[in-house]
């Protein structure tokens, strides 16, 4: 590699590190973000699929960074991994004729649109998956075009951790397979045998799930241990994986019907779908022009290794099609973001060769385009960088723990659970505390805890009625209404 492509490379990894660390919140937020903010940290069970991966890295990043709130070390995090998925979108432009100015400004384009800035940003366990899919796929391209073994066994390796970190590293699985088909020179037997078993010692880390769970069990470390027929409790024990019942939700994600969406997504008929998903997807990120580079951009890269380039595309595309059938999901982008990092090497392929005519001119022009459209999405998703005093899920920390006093119960729906969660369990802001999370509001049950202990339910008042068997307590604000359970 030239010292251009690798001072290239490098600037395409710091630049976006630089300010993804500098976007990240040191406050805990809410939803799946406070969870994945917190298990980490105390090497706990999150919501399916468990991501052990990103709870075990997360685990010695956290520890091992000694400054700031453990939400903003998650935080930073991820952002490393975008920051590392973004120079793996540098080094694959390379490899499709992109010259060095033409690969940075598409790769900073491409971290600075609004959805993969706001994921880099925030704890998300897909932001590792990327990560590791994203390498995975520039070493997959690497050996089409001739790299060593290694690159080929490489790419299976971070595939199977990139699903021990998300299961939607999956949808490269086609990719892999197709380029031992397409590829000039067939993985030879020992080289596959081995790299689908650095795969599955990817997958071995599930392992932790059931492991860890029965640690947590035999130590009494869950406190909703404590409340009968509870089950495991969310940050710690979440559905008690060391049982086969369990681990076989854990696994699934069955709770919320993913095994039969995940076969839906395997019907033809939603190709077309997936097509204008991934259209939109680069209008409402890259714009309408830079969309049509992108298609011209495949056309260019069709004409310099149509193996590489079939393969590049299908790893980057294949998870389109669960996307637009799960309907369980409120940031589908998270799904999307190789969709876009697509891009990069596309509009790469898109630099002049000198047979075409007044090279100079035209790479001049293109560098300055994709320039430009680096500093407008950089300008316009600014905003990333300016964070609120107390923002996130910090207020309702400080808003409960005047009102609920400790070894008292808290139950309420997920989005502020994961927040109270992580103040009763990570940061100590709210101790002695035990949160629930439940959206079915059993007061049955809540009212055989209540003998023992002091219950509360935090709801959003204009959701429910009635709340029989419990009487209002306290007004947090005008979505937040504190009821004690009465035994």
């Known amino acids: 590699m030239t010292p251009a492509r690798r001072l290239a490379l490098l600037a395409a990894f710091a630049i976006p590190a630089i300010f993804y660390i500098a976007s990240a919140s040191p406050e805990p937020a809410s939803w799946d973000t406070a969870e ?16 052990p991966f990103y709870v075990l890295l997360g685990y010695l990043w956290s520890h091992a960074v000694p400054f700031g709130s453990v939400a903003w070390r998650l935080n930073v995090m991820s ?40 994921h880099a940003a925030r704890a998300e366990a897909q932001d590792l998956a990327v990560a590791c899919c994203a390498v995975a796929i520039y070493a997959l391209v690497r050996w089409l075009r001739g790299g060593a073994g290694g690159w080929f066994a490489a790419a299976f390796a971070l595939c199977g951790l990139g699903m021990a970190a998300h299961p939607n590293a999956l949808w490269i699985l086609p990719a892999l397979v197709a380029a031992a088909i397409l590829a000039k020179r067939r993985p030879a037997l ?58 076989a939700l854990e696994l699934t994600g069955s709770q919320t019907e993913t095994p039969q969406y995940l076969l839906a997504s395997l019907n033809p008929v939603h190709v077309e779908a997936a097509l204008w998903a991934f259209i939109a997807g680069l209008h ?88 430009a459209g680096a500093a407008l999405a950089y300008d316009r998703h600014r905003a990333f960088l300016h964070h609120a005093p107390s923002e996130g899920g ?26 109270l969660a992580y103040g009763a369990y990570v940061d100590r802001s709210l101790p002695g505390r035990i949160i629930v999370s439940d959206d079915r509001l059993d ?25 029989s068997g419990a009487r209002d307590y306290a007004t947090l604000d005008d979505y937040h209404e504190l009821y004690l359970v009465k035994p």
């Open 190 to 247: 020992r080289l596959a045998a081995g790299s689908v078993a650095l795969l599955l010692a990817g997958l071995a880390l599930y392992l932790y799930l059931p492991l860890r769970s029965q640690y947590v069990a035999a130590h009494h470390l869950d406190p909703v241990a404590a409340l009968p027929a509870a089950g495991g409790g969310i940050f710690w024990n979440y559905n008690d994986p060391r049982t086969l019942h369990g681990l």
């Open 36 to 51: 994945l903010q917190g298990v980490p940290y105390i090497l706990g069970i999150s919501h399916p699929t468990g991501f």
């Open 284 to 371: 409402e990120q890259y714009g309408a022009s830079a969309t049509l580079l992108i298609l011209g951009g495949f056309i260019a890269a069709w004409r310099r290794d149509r193996r590489a380039t079939v393969v590049l595309c299908i790893a980057c595309t294949a998870a389109l099609l669960f996307s637009v059938v799960y309907p369980n999901e409120s940031d589908v982008g998270r799904y999307r973001l190789l969709a876009l990092w697509l891009a990069v090497p596309l509009l790469g392929a898109l630099t002049p060769q000198a047979k075409l005519g007044y090279p100079l001119v035209l790479h001049g022009l293109l560098i300055l385009y994709l320039t």
């Open 443 to 467: 007061f049955a049950l809540y009212r055989r805890w209540a003998q023992k202990r002091r219950v509360f339910v935090l709801v959003n008042p204009h959701d429910v009625g009635s709340l």
């Open 394 to 419: 910090r207020w309702v920390i400080d808003s409960v723990r005047p009102y609920v006093p400790r070894g008292a119960v808290i139950v309420t729906g997920w989005l502020d659970a994961t927040s």
């Open 79 to 118: 952002g490393v991994a975008i920051a590392i998925a973004a120079a793996a979108a540098c080094a694959c432009s390379f490899e499709f004729g992109a010259s060095p100015p033409v690969a940075l400004a598409t790769t900073l384009w491409f971290a600075f649109t609004q959805d993969v800035w706001s």
